[in-house]
T-cell receptor, first 111, second 113 residues
Framework: DAGVTQSPTHLIKTRGQQVTLRCSPK?????VSWYQQALGQGPQFIFQ???????QRGNFPDRFSGHQFPNYSSELNVNALLLGDSALYLC??????????FGSGTQLSVL | DAKTTQPTSMDCAEGRAANLPCNHS???????VYWYRQIHSQGPQYIIH???NNETNEMASLIITEDRKSSTLILPHATLRDTAVYYC??????????????FGSGTQLTVLP
C-alpha cells in the first residue's frame, strides 16, 4: 500500500515564475492538506481539500491555489514566485481528518 | 486551538526511556493532544493522540495530567532512529475533526549512543 506520494522531489524556479506541485493521497483517503515548511520551522497550514473543494485555508495569499481531482489527488499552484516561497512543501492525506499521513515533500528553491 | 510549549531540545541515551514534556495550559474540553515527529528530510509522522486518558500504542505512550494542562510522550526504549523533532499539537473539533494541525517549533530529541 503506497503512502502519500509527492512530485517532484526537488524543484528550482526563478522569481516571478509559476509552479505546480502534485500529491497522490494514501489509498482510501479522501482529504488532502498542504503545508509549507521553511528551514528550521514547523510546517504551516496552507489549505485543505475535500470533495474537490477547498474546505479550510490558512494565512496564505491568493497566489497559492489548489485543486483536488475526482481520484482525490491534488495540486498546489503558486504564482508570481517570491524568494520567500523557498521551502519544503508537504502534502498530507487523511480519512475524515483524524490522523494525517504526510509525504516526504517537494523542496522548492526560488532564485 | 490551544497553544503548546515544549523544550527546544533534549538528549536521551540509547536504550533508555525518552520523556518529552508539553504544556498546554489553555486546553479546552473538546481539544485533543496529538504528537507527531519529523525525522530529517522526511514528512511528519503521526505517533499518538489522546483526550484525557493515557494512551499507548506500538510506538509510544501518552500521559495526560488529570487537569489536562500538560502531557508527556514516552518512548520506552529510545533508539538512534528516534532522533527527530517531536511536535506536540492541540487540536479541537472532536476525534474526526478536519481542523488543520498547528505546528510549533517542537523538541529536537537526540538519542546518543
Amino acid at each position: 500500500d503506497a503512502g502519500v506520494t509527492q512530485s517532484p522531489t526537488h524543484l528550482i524556479k526563478t522569481r516571478g515564475q509559476q509552479v505546480t506541485l502534485r500529491c497522490s493521497p494514501k489509498s482510501g483517503h479522501d482529504t488532502v492538506s498542504w503545508y509549507q515548511q521553511a528551514l528550521g520551522q514547523g510546517p504551516q497550514f496552507i489549505f485543505q481539500y475535500y470533495e474537490e473543494e477547498e474546505r479550510q485555508r490558512g494565512n496564505f495569499p491568493d497566489r497559492f491555489s489548489g485543486h483536488q481531482f475526482p481520484n482525490y489527488s491534488s495540486e498546489l499552484n503558486v504564482n508570481a514566485l517570491l524568494l520567500g516561497d523557498s521551502a519544503l512543501y508537504l502534502c498530507a492525506s487523511s480519512l475524515q481528518g483524524e490522523k494525517l499521513f504526510f509525504g516526504s515533500g517537494t523542496q522548492l528553491s526560488v532564485l | 486551538d490551544a497553544k503548546t510549549t515544549q523544550p527546544t531540545s533534549m538528549d536521551c541515551a540509547e536504550g533508555r526511556a525518552a520523556n518529552l514534556p508539553c504544556n498546554h495550559s489553555t486546553i479546552s474540553g473538546n481539544e485533543y493532544v496529538y504528537w507527531y515527529r519529523q525525522i530529517h528530510s522526511q514528512g511528519p509522522q503521526y505517533i499518538i493522540h489522546g483526550l484525557k486518558n493515557n494512551e499507548t500504542n506500538e510506538m509510544a505512550s501518552l500521559i495526560i495530567t488529570e487537569d489536562r494542562k500538560s502531557s508527556t510522550l514516552i518512548l520506552p526504549h529510545a533508539t538512534l532512529r528516534d532522533t527527530a523533532v517531536y511536535y506536540c499539537i492541540v487540536r479541537g473539533g472532536g476525534a474526526g475533526s478536519a481542523r488543520q494541525l498547528t505546528f510549533g517549533s517542537g523538541t529536537q530529541l537526540t538519542v546518543l549512543p
